[in-house]
């Protein structure tokens, strides 16, 4: 995961409360997702994050290649519950 | 500026009467029960307060993904797969003190499209949704937290989230996504297939004109197919979600191949069991991922208290995923559960817990004889519950959620009413849940009396001290009235007089039916009642009432837009039998119309987006093995007509008998130019305020004074004449005639349903003026019963002897909102007085009233300043709403109401 990408948002601490903030489960503090992650974060499990994904031409799609016929996906899809689900080496 | 029309009728002698029983002192009086939730509710209420609405495309991109993948599946198979993997797939989220949990979505306040019913407005938007997701974001994180105007609306993009319609936020980077499972739908979609096959109507171009026209203000098939229900929590309580897998397995086993001796459906029974027993899998999936969740969030947690609440919901929801609940914490949490996965199945407004108090009081029984639980305790769990319904959203378009909504979600829960046997139903239980709704102020869930004589004093004035807090509820419906009713509409399916005692109200005042079921509970039977009636409020879903009475005099063209609507009837209206002729004319043509066209969009709906877990919860499924497009609840003739501004019509027919017809002083030519020129004031859109108070005349020369004057001084509804109350008796006896003659797709009869909600506004807003002087644009009147503002004059005991001239049990509904000022209640001799006059109306068998116990100042302030006034609540029309995330339009309307000074 490239530093860029690195937000609260993007932190398995991260409880979303709405698009735009949530708690933090380390700190109980309510802070903003897109600000830039602290000492505690830990890589949330998204698609993008998964060694099956790989991006498409066009911004914010991509698609899964765990399954043979490679459905299309989104990088920012939440993958905590998706049993194919392979982080990527860091 | 022009003069007011307030100004106006003060200075003719005319004023506008919004005060009644005295004026109100000049200093703001606050309501005078005032209480304080528990430590850890306030917490989760503050964290909804700040919340804004939120959209996702989780649950959408893996129903859509696995159902791409089961082309040439049987129907309902191939829903029930897709429906497992998208519950398997929600992220859970749970957050700090919490007791109770899971939502919809793993935001706080989180919703989401379901595309595959409509996906027209994403296609109808798609190239500002795109531009908006692709802008940088401009904004920054510390602008975007001041932002909060209207509550938790996001009510237009900023930053990196996209407004949905004008009220849900998307993350910018899930709007492309979101916008390609739109396409999966284009023409696959209930909305696609009903736009095709609802033109074969020979009467669709008047349908289609009427919807264009905002005359009706919404289609039901692909908007809001499911709701306006009462739950039904016996089978998850008593068997659990493994005892339901068994009864599925064991079923198939006994139908496989076999009719039955139904050749038409009989053999569907096999894939129905295998769909339920799928979708439930899916459920239980869902809920063993927050049992994850809460033992990763025990592992990592710190706090030894917060720990220790982690594994105990951890502990309750690794039971209730396979079991029967053994305790009331594990109860309360199984029907929050269940609540929420038929929320997700489909979407739904008004999916009402119904007589929860009585559901749940088997396990608070047994917990409190057991000292496992003692009443703080269970205060505490309600407030909790209250603050989680209140965080649901339904997702839907800005016309179905803002117009008709105001945002609202309209789930009711009933306490009181009769047991099986006819006996009070009222329990210790729900006093708890008066004083949870009383201590823990939110919009949801809404609370109603069932009130019957035989309900305990103290259980009343208990509900009376809730409606002192201003919450707006509990509202009071008529028991004996709408078990009439239940007998009426359901008699043909089998309803008793057993049966009809279970009924309770689904969504703000709908009456829908319900049977009882035997619980047993540690070898202890108790009879709870639970909903078996298919949704309501479907069908015709909002006809604003004078503007067909337009149309009448207007030879069916609509005079705001120019369209012709229905055809010319090219009669001269010479005499009022004849223009009330020509009214019921147009209006069974548009009834018929929308109907007829409900109808297929309700068996498109039936056939491709059948519910498979709410017919879980509904009676008859194990024994029939039908769903609910197979008539397999057990009530089924819930179709109706929903009309609004059923006071602002009969005015306007009252107004023209009496000026036109019976007393000459106006020609019908001169009342319909009037109307044309509105009276000579402003539209209500230039003035900038919906109420008929505020308008400005547009020049001073005095045209239309004359008959604008003789319109508002015409005999109006609600001060027990019988010259005007003989028009809204004719009215109603037309009414539920007329509906008895509509059939739904059902092969059952319509019947009124009486309740405006918030759709007195758009379809105020689209209507031109009218004879009883009301001008073009302002709102109607509220509900149902309740007089237009300021016209009642003569006191709350004649306006009850106006609204009751007519049989409430012909109808699913009445509505009658009343303001009342908080000195006018104060103490305990107030709230006697309040009891009293609820049990007038009551008495005199009117169906429902509803208290707005407030302050008009405090409103007028609040209007002015929204941010100083977030946990402001009022009642709207059978619903409480936040404030500052009401429209203006209503909210105006709401400040105008006639105020109740005294009793």
Known sequence: MSQQLKRHCDCRNYASVDVVKGICHRTKDLILGDDQHCQHFVPLAKCRNCSHYSASGEEFLGSCNAEPAKPWTYPDLIAVTCKMYHAQAA | MGKKLTEILEESGLPMNFEVGGHSPAETVAREIQKEPCHRAGKLRELYYNTLSSATSEFPYW??????????????????????????????????????????????????????????????????????????????????????????NVTESFGHVVSLAGKFGMRQEEVPATLRIAHEWVNKSVDDACRKYERMIPEYPVKEAIMRNVICQFDSGYTLPQGREVMNYFYPLQDGFDGIVSICEKRKAEVAGQAGGDGLIGMDRLYNYEAIKLVVEGVQAWITNYVKEARRLEALEED????????????????????????????????????????????????????MGQVLFPYYEQDAEAGRINDDEVLEWLELQRVKFTCIDCFGSAGVVGGVLSGNTFNNVAVGG??????????????????????????????????????????????????????????????????????????????????????????????????????????????????????????????????????????????????????????????????????????????????????????????????????????????SGRLIHQLGYKYNATFSVESCGTVSLVNALIALKSLVFDN?????????????????????????????????????????????????????????????????????????????????????????????????APLGAATVATPDGRLAGTT????????????????????????????????????????????????????????????????????????????????????????????????????????????????????????????
């Not at chain 2, 396979?322 to 929320?343: G, K, S, Y």
Request: charged content about 20%.
């Open chain 2, 664 to 760: 000459r002083e106006v020609t019908l030519n001169e009342m319909r130019d009037a109307i044309r020129h509105n009276f000579g004031f402003k539209t209500a859109e230039q003035v900038g305020s919906y109420s008929l108070a505020d308008q400005e005349k547009l020049d001073d020369s005095g045209t239309y004074d004359r008959i604008h004057f003789l319109a508002l001084s015409a005999p109006k509804f609600g001060n027990d004449d019988p010259y005007a109350d003989e028009i809204m008796r004719q009215w109603e006896e037309y009414f539920y005639t007329m509906c008895s003659d509509l059939e739904s797709l059902y092969g059952q009869p319509f019947y009124p349903c009486q309740i405006s909600v918030s759709s007195h």
């Open chain 2, 304 to 355: 030894a208290a917060q720990k220790k609440e982690y594994g105990q919901i951890a502990e309750r929801l690794e039971w209730i995923a396979h079991n029967p609940p053994r305790t009331f914490r594990e109860a309360i949490q199984l029907c929050w559960t269940t609540h929420l996965a038929v929320l997700n199945e489909d979407v739904a407004s008004g999916l009402s817990p119904g007589r």
């Open chain 2, 63 to 152: 129903y859509t993904r696995f159902y791409r993948q089961l082309d040439g599946e049987l129907p309902v198979m191939r829903r029930a797969l897709a429906l497992k993997e998208a519950f398997a797939h929600l992220t859970p989220t749970i957050y700090p003190g919490e007791l109770l949990v899971m939502g919809r979505a793993h935001y706080y306040r989180g919703s989401y499209p379901m595309p595959w019913l409509s996906e027209g407005y994403y296609m109808a938007k798609e190239s500002e949704l795109n531009k908006a997701a692709m802008a940088t974001g401009g904004a920054s994180a510390d602008e975007l937290s001041h932002y909060g105007a209207g509550g938790g």
């Open chain 2, 418 to 623: 009769l047991t099986k046997d006819g006996q009070s139903a009222a329990n210790q239980l729900e006093m708890l849940i008066l004083e949870a709704g009383t201590r823990c102020v939110s919009t949801q869930p809404t609370l109603t009396v069932l009130y019957d004589e035989k309900l305990p004093e103290d259980f009343l004035l208990k509900a009376i001290e809730c409606n002192k807090t201003g919450t707006g509820y509990p509202a009071w419906m008529n028991n004996r009235v709408g078990m009439d009713f239940m007998m009426r509409q359901y008699g043909r399916e089998g309803m008793n007089l057993d049966e009809a005692r279970a009924w309770a109200i689904g969504g703000c005042l709908e009456s829908s039916p319900g049977s009882w079921f035997e619980l047993e509970l540690n070898g202890r039977k108790y009879n709870i009642p639970g909903g078996t009636g298919q949704p309501t409020s479907v069908g015709v879903h909002f006809l604003g009432l004078p503007k067909i009475l337009e149309l009448v005099l207007f030879d069916g063209v609509d005079q705001r837009t120019g369209d012709r609507i229905f055809p010319a009837h090219g009669k001269k209206l010479e005499t009022y039998e004849e223009l009330w002729g020509q009214f019921q004319d147009y209006f069974h043509l548009a009834c018929y119309s929308l109907a007829t066209a409900n109808n297929i969009q309700h068996d498109i709906w039936r056939k491709q987006n059948m519910s498979i877990f709410t017919s879980m919860c509904k009676a008859n499924w194990i024994e």
């Open chain 2, 780 to 903: 109607f009147s509220d509900g149902s019963m309740s007089a237009y503002p300021g016209t009642d004059r003569n006191g709350p005991y004649a306006l009850f002897n106006s609204a009751t001239v007519w049989d409430h049990s012909r109808s699913q509904n009445s509505q009658m909102n009343m303001k009342v000022h908080p000195s006018a209640v104060q103490g305990s001799r107030g709230a006697r007085k309040l009891l009293d006059l609820t049990r007038s109306y009551m008495r005199k068998g009117g169906f429902h009233i509803q208290y707005n116990v407030v302050d008009s100042k405090v409103l007028r302030e609040a209007q002015q300043n929204q941010d100083k006034f977030r946990d402001l609540v009022v009642r709207v029309a059978g619903f409480t709403q936040y404030w500052c995330e009401i429209g203006k339009p209503i909210q105006d309307e709401v400040v105008a109401r006639t105020e109740y000074e005294g009793m």
